[in-house]
């Protein structure tokens, strides 16, 4: 049997959103019961009553700054162009293959 999809359903063992937002504030006790999450996003803080599934405001805390992508980040330089295209080894003369079409082919097709 295929896995049910509900829309609208209770997600079940889903992890808070706020665990790795970088405006949650996460209190924990001992039990699963003694926790606390506070939103620094806006102001003034707000203490949440649940576990958050989606927010508009979040913004991952494992994600990288601007400044760290600039630290990580590998300098390109502009090269000119190379020449597209197979080179010819030694032993290999250029040459040129002309193709020659004739008028009369082309007429024919167009009386037609």
């Not at 926790?35 to 913004?59: A, D, K, S, W």
């Amino acid at each position: 049997m295929g896995k049910l999809n509900m829309k609208g359903a209770t997600p079940i063992g889903s992890v808070a959103l706020c665990s790795t937002c970088t405006c949650g504030l996460i209190l924990s006790g001992f039990r699963e019961s003694e926790q606390v999450m506070i939103c620094t996003r806006v102001e003034p803080n707000l203490l949440l009553p649940f576990p958050v599934h989606e927010c508009t405001g979040y913004y991952d805390k494992n994600r990288p700054s601007w400044q760290q992508m600039q630290k990580l980040a590998i300098r390109v330089e502009d090269r000119p162009a190379k020449n597209a295209g197979f080179k010819a080894g030694l032993g290999f003369a250029e040459t040129a293959i002309s193709v020659a079409v004739s008028d009369d082919e082309d007429d024919d097709d167009n009386e037609d």
